[in-house]
């Protein structure tokens, strides 16, 4: 198995009802050898007419984030728990969460082997935690997970909703937080 011919497989999947209202399925993409994962929550409205994670006003911060602390996107490898845009962007319901990452995520991290995961915003970070953490409260620390370094961040989405960037600012913590995880993969 190698990580094509899981994305070909997913591009047909009916698992869950989100598959009746997308217009892609978006996989993911990156450096299948990368040693930095990013997990986010699942494909926005841009996202999802053009297929590729991360590629609407969140992803373009996101962008901005990466390229402070030097990593290159195409460096890494960006993925989200649910393949399917949720309508109207709500929250991916608990069994399209499960169904979806049992199906797709975890075989996606098993052939990537990545050294350090970032879960974007609380629905990711549930996902590793195994329970509902405040994203305020963790992160910017590690925790380990299966062997691999997870690193909880803020979610793009919830720094453009805060765009402050006063010291102690969501916004001023991830500036921190993305040098950390740079510092660490070095
Ligand atoms: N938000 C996410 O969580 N994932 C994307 O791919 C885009 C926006």
Request: charge should be positive; glycine fraction near 10%.
């Given at each position: 198995m190698n990580l094509e011919l899981l994305a070909a497989q997913a591009r047909t999947?009916?698992?869950?009802?989100l598959s009746k209202s997308?217009?892609?399925?978006?996989?993911g993409e990156g450096n299948p050898d990368a040693k930095l994962m990013i997990v986010g929550e699942g494909p926005g409205e841009d996202e999802d007419l053009?297929?590729?994670?991360?590629?609407g006003r969140s992803g373009q911060l996101l962008d901005k984030i990466l390229e402070a602390a030097g990593?290159?996107?195409?460096s890494i490898y960006i993925a989200n728990i649910v393949k399917c845009r949720p309508p109207g962007n709500r929250v991916p319901e608990p069994l399209e969460a499960k169904t979806c990452t049992s199906l797709w995520l975890l075989k996606q991290i098993q052939l990537i082997k990545p050294q350090i995961i970032i879960p974007l915003g609380a629905t990711a970070l549930e996902f590793f935690a195994g329970e509902k953490l405040s994203i305020t409260k963790v992160r910017g620390k590690f925790f380990e997970w299966q062997g691999i370094q997870i690193f909880p961040m803020f979610h793009p989405a919830y720094l453009l909703r805060n765009p402050s960037r006063e010291p102690g600012s969501p916004k001023h913590l991830t500036w921190q937080d993305i040098q950390l995880v740079k510092k660490t993969l070095d």
């Open positions: 999947c009916v698992a869950c009802g997308r217009t892609h399925v978006v996989f053009q297929g590729r994670p991360f590629v990593i290159p996107r195409q």
